[in-house]
């Protein structure tokens, strides 16, 4: 019994110094002392392979070793598939190939697709864009090799991978994927077989394109937070004009979720630089003049909270966060000295009112409202910035 148990320790010495000799030859790319090492002692490489601890594929790609020692050590290792799963340190994931594009090692990566590579093998659910990205590798030149080895562009927002992307990588993505070779094929298809189209089938086939890539509302969020208006500009350039008017729309929306009156400034900024193509997004009159009419329905409608509830220091501010919106204002038949008066609000509140919104009469409402509140004084306030 006890020299069993000496034994087992003894094994274990063995088993790490052939380990450590053929890790030595690997270092050095030697094939030929490794035949020659594992002949002589009589070993089996797959044997010194211990899960999730050592794996001989994992070592040598992450060595940046030879094509040709991942070739032998795949083989002579017996692995069942290239495709397999190894956890580092508990929590990391790693597969040969995912690793290979770690390390930027392109030949190697080939290498791994020659022997039955899937470039869209999934480590548990996450596609191999994903665990780039969680690897912060997930380079142009990565994203061109994945993408050039036939990924499966239908998942490409899985786990909402596009809200994380920059803007060079999403580019890149949308210029790949969107009028690709085969939606080019389809079109020669079409006319070679001398199919006709309608308006409508075409635009549904050119819509289909163009949606193939869902770029997610949080990628959206994120760059009107961020001001990063090129950036939605050079999304829009890959959607066509169908697509834009409703996609526009939404765009403001996404800046009416939260705290709205906060993002009435950028929604302003925003609608001026489409409209004056600072911003080369199409969209039309029509659609300019219905967001500018719900942006105003907006400020007035927050205008009015802080009037109806006596907040006169959001007023004050909600003034200075918007002052260059009120300086352009369209708008101008809304009757703000009314509502005003009738609220109590001070004379230097609506001589900052009339700033933005000036008046060229005094209306007789206004006095017999001014009487009522005994507040005879802001008729001569509003008299004096009366606009002839």
Known sequence: MNNLNEEKPKHHTIINQNRKTIVKFMKNN?????????????????????????????????????????????????YKTINYKFVLRRKNILTPLLLALIKSNYVLAEEILKNGGDINYKMIKYNILYCLYNYKSLTT?????????????????????????????????????????????????????????????????????????????EWYQKALSNKRYKDIEEVYYYKDINYNRQELKQLFLYLEMEYAYLRIPEQYRLLKQVETQQIKIPMTKDDLDEQY?????????????????????GLREFFRENEFVFKDIRYTEYDMITYAIKHDISNHCIKRILTYFPVSEIKDQWREIANEKKNRSVIKIIQKTLKY
């Open 30 to 78: 030697d094939i030929i002392n490794i035949k020659k090492f594992i002949f002589e002692n009589n070993i089996k490489l797959k044997s010194f392979n211990v899960n999730n601890k050592f794996d001989f594929l994992i070592y040598a790609i992450g060595k940046n070793l030879s094509p040709s020692m991942v070739r032998y050590l795949y083989k002579k290792c017996h």
């Open 141 to 217: 030149k990565n994203v061109k090799f994945i993408l050039n080895h036939g990924f499966n562009i239908d998942s490409i927002n899985d786990h909402n991978l596009i809200s994380k992307l920059n803007m060079d990588i999403l580019q890149l993505i949308l210029k790949r994927c969107i009028f690709d070779n085969a939606f080019i094929l389809k079109l020669i298809n079409i006319h070679v077989n001398k199919q006709t189209l309608s308006e409508e089938e075409l635009n549904d086939l050119i819509s289909s394109e163009t949606n193939k890539i869902k770029v997610t509302d």
């Open 293 to 313: 009419n719900k942006l105003y329905v907006l400020l007035f409608k927050f205008l009015n909270y802080f009037i109806g509830y006596g907040k006169l220091r």
